[in-house]
């Protein structure tokens, strides 16, 4: 089945750390989104990449990094530049200007 | 700037009470508004795309319409198993393809 792979479910993470979110997709959709919820608000867009190789800041890009170095993967990084990094994470891909596929998330703690 | 209001933050109905959810948008040229559904701990699942003021679209007990300003989501005789938080979402048409959302509506039904 084609679908959107996220992982880990859970992640913890110390102060000071960098962590790396996981996200696979195989639908061969161009366009791949990284989004931050937090309780009781909407979805936030961090990075986005619309083609390999390229990507662009979203509303909320500072402390994250991404890279698109194949069409199927879409990992982020949590850096230490990161305040307030404990939050709901989901990667979504999209063929051209399409509603979304999302993952089902990875939620990631600050201990 | 563009923004997406959902109302009302959440709602508990009992099994059987129709009700309906809003969703009021500003947008400089409106591509599409999409309906999601979003289970606790999941990611969110894709229910409507919608195009053009008084355009409607059904799916089970869920019918979604659009106006210039806003969109209805229609929910009729639900069930518990409807209970979720209802997502919004609109995409403009002259931006690349990222969607901006609203912050949900929490749906609660009572057996």
């Known amino acids: 089945d084609g679908g959107i792979t996220q992982s880990p479910k859970y992640l913890f993470r110390k102060e000071g750390q960098n962590v790396t979110l996981s996200c696979e997709q195989n639908?061969?959709?161009?366009?791949m989104y990284w989004y931050r919820q937090d309780p009781g608000q909407g979805l936030r867009l961090i990075y986005y990449?619309?083609?390999?190789?390229?990507?662009q800041k979203g509303d909320i890009a500072e402390g994250y990094s991404v890279s698109r170095e194949k069409k199927e993967s879409f990992p982020l990084t949590v850096t230490s530049a990161q305040k307030n990094p404990t939050a709901f994470y989901l990667c979504a891909s999209s063929p051209s200007r399409e509603d979304y596929t999302f993952g089902s998330g990875t939620r990631l703690t600050v201990v | 700037e563009d923004q997406v209001t959902q109302s009302p933050e959440a709602l508990r109905l009992q099994e059987g009470e129709s009700s309906s959810l809003n969703c009021s948008y500003t947008v400089s040229g409106l591509r599409g508004l999409f309906w999601y559904r979003q289970d606790p701990g999941k990611g969110p699942e894709f229910l409507f795309t919608l195009y053009s003021a008084g355009e409607e679209k059904e799916k089970e007990r869920l019918k979604a319409t659009l106006t210039k300003k806003e969109s209805f989501l229609h929910i009729t005789a639900p069930k518990p198993e409807d209970s979720a938080t209802y997502l919004c979402a609109v995409q403009r048409s002259s931006s690349a393809s990222k969607i901006i959302f609203g912050s949900g509506t929490r749906l609660s039904i009572r057996p």
């Open positions: 639908l061969n959709h161009d366009a």
């Open positions: 990449s619309q083609i390999v190789n390229d990507f």
